[in-house]
């Protein structure tokens, strides 16, 4: 018989919403090592510029990447804040690593960190299956779009902005969302994520 709840890994347990020192300790490292990744791809976005000066939303197809810590941490740790915490941390030690936006990513990572953060309690952090993880993407996406479009587009017009939004929210799905939970599944096999529920 085919077990149709496998996919989002349900528990009916009420969740163990406590921080342990383990949790702290792994969403901070989780942050910290994506705050150094965000400090490399700013520089990999800004040499990959150039080529989508003719169709500017293309760009953020690779968008994904600031997005990966919120969804990652929301799907090892499993405590209200995980997905947030790690996000905004992220984006602090990068703004503090140096970027070309300032401290606005501290801003957009909140953002981006509030979307993901969002879907993990929508289902009351008992769900950690792809779909989840997909979901959390997409909507850090959302966040990503939120903050950007006002910020960087203003003037542009509503199909360069829609364009834009729609990447972003596909790039949070695939690069983030997919991506994340491929990375978490193989830390899992790799026995890294002992202690956590998996």
């Not at 919120?70 to 970027?99: C, D, H, M, T």
């Not at 990503?144 to 596909?170: C, M, N, R």
């Amino acid at each position: 018989m085919t077990d149709r709840t496998a996919p989002f890994e349900r528990t009916f347990e009420p969740p163990d919403t406590r921080w342990r020192t383990r949790d702290i300790v792994v969403t901070a490292v989780i942050a910290v090592a994506f705050g150094v990744v965000f400090w490399a791809w700013d520089t990999v976005w800004n040499v990959l510029a150039p080529l989508f000066t003719a169709v500017k939303p293309a760009e953020y197809v690779i968008s994904g990447v600031w997005l990966m810590p919120g969804v990652i941490a929301g799907l090892i740790v499993r405590k209200p804040g995980a997905a947030l915490f790690a996000e905004l941390v992220a984006a602090i030690v990068s703004a503090l690593l140096g970027n070309v936006w300032g401290l606005d990513v501290v801003l957009s990572g909140f953002v981006q960190g509030v979307g993901a953060e969002l879907v993990f309690a929508f289902v009351l952090y008992r769900s950690f299956g792809l779909p989840i993880a997909l979901l959390a993407g997409a909507v850090a996406g959302v966040g990503e779009a939120l903050h950007d479009l006002p910020v960087y587009y203003p003037t542009s017009g509503i199909p360069v902005q829609a364009s834009i939004a729609v990447i972003e929210i596909l790039s949070g799905l695939a690069v983030a969302g997919y991506g994340g939970w491929l990375l978490v599944r193989a830390l899992r096999r790799a026995g890294v994520l002992e202690g956590f529920p998996g």
